[in-house]
């Protein structure tokens, strides 16, 4: 039982770690083209710069958020319940 508890832990944090390399790639892509980004968004979408600031924020957020809500806090969970079950074996 606690082998499958720590290699579903292992899986939540690779899943973390993806998952913020992806959001610090994200994140430093926008920051440093933020003009390119803005007339991209302003010819194919019709959005003016004000709102893709703001879509960029949410989705930023967002990324975030899933990351933290439903990767981090599992794995941190399943790491105290494989350690618990580790003292309880001794």
């Given at each position: 039982?606690?082998e499958?508890?720590?290699a579903?832990r292992?899986?939540f944090?690779?899943?973390?770690l993806v998952?913020l390399?992806y959001y610090?790639?994200?994140t430093?892509?926008?920051?440093f083209?933020?003009p390119?980004f803005?007339?991209i968004?302003?010819n194919y979408?019709m959005?003016d710069?004000?709102?893709t600031?703001i879509?960029?924020g949410?989705?930023?957020g967002?990324?975030?958020?899933?990351?933290g809500?439903?990767?981090?806090?599992?794995a941190?969970?399943?790491?105290?319940?494989?350690?618990t079950?580790k003292?309880?074996?001794?």
């Amino acid at each position: 039982m606690s082998e499958k508890i720590i290699a579903l832990r292992n899986i939540f944090y690779k899943g973390f770690l993806v998952g913020l390399a992806y959001y610090i790639f994200i994140t430093l892509l926008y920051v440093f083209n933020k003009p390119f980004f803005v007339s991209i968004m302003a010819n194919y979408y019709m959005v003016d710069a004000k709102d893709t600031y703001i879509l960029c924020g949410y989705y930023l957020g967002a990324i975030e958020l899933f990351i933290g809500c439903f990767l981090l806090i599992p794995a941190l969970t399943l790491h105290l319940v494989s350690c618990t079950c580790k003292k309880d074996k001794k």
